[in-house]
């Protein structure tokens, strides 16, 4: 008896979630009335780089549900940045990976987060003491090989100020552990995700001649910034997780859609580990998934800490039945406990 056919995907879905590569990023709509991003012709940049092996990887195993399918699609087609909240280890930050292979979107932008990051950071940075050892060396007679100390080998693009460049696709950026920040850090962000644009300082004081400079950027390529000002055409798909060690501003929150990741159940812990290693591991290893939804079940273990153990079994560590509860006692210990 054949299985009956899966429905087909909802119509207004841009993102299907099934790790397929296909170009219906195409036929993503317009900005809503009250996100007016894209201005004048669109750049004439038809298709994105390739993933990186590692991104193209991490997006095609990566296994997700329906509610977190229809959340990214809300936040392409309503252009607000995505809030994924959850456990450590369920997979937030693979989303922005998944993504971006899925829908050709080119490697993700990412930008960890600490607890001295600040706006200025994810903008870009300005090597001001190498531009003045240059130009002292010039002044000295001095060949530094850099040619005319053009001020935009000093430039460069963050990952947040890259995203934002002018496109026809948008890039994925992935903003990493925001809870971990400065108190101010969200509410910087308010103006740069509500208007797509931001100023370099340093551009803005050339004068009208070299209105044009080409900086680099966060992923080695190099772009024009005309009059000292970055503005994105396309919106990016901006992912930012979250392991809620502290409530966001509220102006801050209003301007994301949130979606809570759940650590997965039985049916979609086996979907990742087959995606992964195979239905055949998956097979030899039930006994070893249902151990780890028990240890879920008593606090918080990642995915990878499964899958680690099972590559461990493979390799023959459980010979010893014994000495193997030791060793995954050790491979599980809960992420809230620390070492």
Known sequence: MTEPAAPPPP?????????????????????PVWRPLQQGMP??????????????????????????VDAVNAA????????????????????????AYELGLGPVLHWPVTSRTTLRDGLYSYDAIGRLHEANLRRAGLDTGGGTGE?????????????????????????DELDKSD???????????????????????????????AVRTA????EPVTDGEVSCWAFPFVVITSNEEREFPAAFARRCLRYDIEPP???????IVAAHLGEEVLDQTRPLVEAFLAEQDHGSVAVDQLL????????????????????????????????
């Open 183 to 213: 108190i101010d850090l969200p509410n910087d962000l308010l103006t740069v995700f509500e208007e797509g644009r931001f100023s370099v300082e340093e551009l803005l004081r050339l004068p009208p001649e070299q209105g044009t400079v």
């Open 219 to 222: 992923d080695g390529s190099t």
């Open 11 to 31: 119509a207004w879905w841009i993102y299907r979630g099934d790790g397929v590569p296909h170009n219906a990023i195409e036929r993503l709509p317009d900005p």
């Open 43 to 68: 750049p004439q940049d038809d298709d994105a780089v390739a993933p990186e092996p590692s991104d193209a990887q991490r997006g095609r195993v990566f296994q997700v549900d329906r509610g977190l």
């Open 308 to 339: 680690g153990a099972i590559q461990l079994a493979r390799a023959g560590a459980d010979e010893d039945p014994e000495q193997w509860q030791d060793l995954l006692r050790t491979l599980w210990r809960h992420l809230e406990t620390g070492p």
């Open 151 to 175: 001020i935009g080998r000093f430039l460069r693009l963050g990952p947040l100020g890259t995203a934002l460049l002018p496109r026809r696709r948008p890039r994925v950026l992935l903003v």
């Open 265 to 271: 159940g039985p049916e979609r812990l086996a979907a």
């Open 76 to 99: 392409l087609l309503l252009r607000r940045p995505l809030l994924l909240t959850g456990r450590p280890g369920t997979g937030k930050s693979t989303l922005a990976h998944a993504v």
